[in-house]
């Protein structure tokens, strides 16, 4: 190994790892509560995402659900994936890891553009929920055509992109906390306020800037 590709494998695995844990952590974190109590339990219990739904008709419910299921499969598999030594030393593995990835983004993204026009960040939620949901199962479904044409390099093109928009999961939460610390630290606003200001922007803000990242890293390799 040449002295400038060590640091190189280094950041690799530590950028796997990174995006592996913090999509577990995400994954678990965000559909664990849905899936051991009810709507109308986590309503009570203030959280704002049930709050909205506990309400809505049992179709809009059991694609909330659909969605938090397919997201999470998706997000917690979807790093697999990029592993090299998983796709040399078990390629049936990587078809199977990646067709579940594949049907959990189709029902996880088919739910997710049920799921915009109810969002409680009103038409920005709408349209940023919406286009993030659209592009994902597009951007999955171009993948899996390039594959079956045998294109090998746009398929792992596609699956970057894929995988960015995936990942929104995580971004997500984390510019979250970020947007409310910033304004309570600035302009002194109450910590709900701060909240619903920032669930207009992350609709956007979750996704865009990763989907930017992958295609400047895409031009960079």
Known sequence: MTATAAPVRVRRKVGFWWFALSAAAIAVFAALPYLTSS????????N????????????????????????????????????????????????????TVFGAIMVG??????????????????????????LW???????????RGGDVEAHRQWMVRTFALTYAAV????????LIVAQVAAAGVDGQTAFD??????????????????HWWLRRR
């Open 171 to 178: 971004t997500l939460r984390l510019w979250l906390p970020v």
């Open 109 to 134: 993204g088919a739910a997710g553009l049920v799921l915009a026009p109810f969002s409680s960040a009103g038409i920005a939620g709408t349209l940023g929920f919406g286009a993030l949901a659209v």
């Open 197 to 214: 200001r920032a669930y207009l922007v992350v609709p956007f803000l979750a996704w865009v800037p990763n989907l930017l990242v992958a």
């Open 48 to 99: 704002g995402l049930a709050a909205n739904y506990a309400h809505r008709p049992a179709t809009v419910q059991f694609a909330l659900y659909a969605h938090i299921v397919g997201a999470a499969l998706a997000l917690l598999l979807s790093p697999l994936q990029f592993a090299a030594r998983l796709r040399e030393r078990a390629p049936r593995l990587h078809r199977v890891v990646g067709r």
């Open 39 to 46: 709507l109308p339990s986590l309503a009570e219990a203030d």
């Open 137 to 147: 199962v597009g951007s999955a479904v171009t993948a899996l055509r390039a594959i």
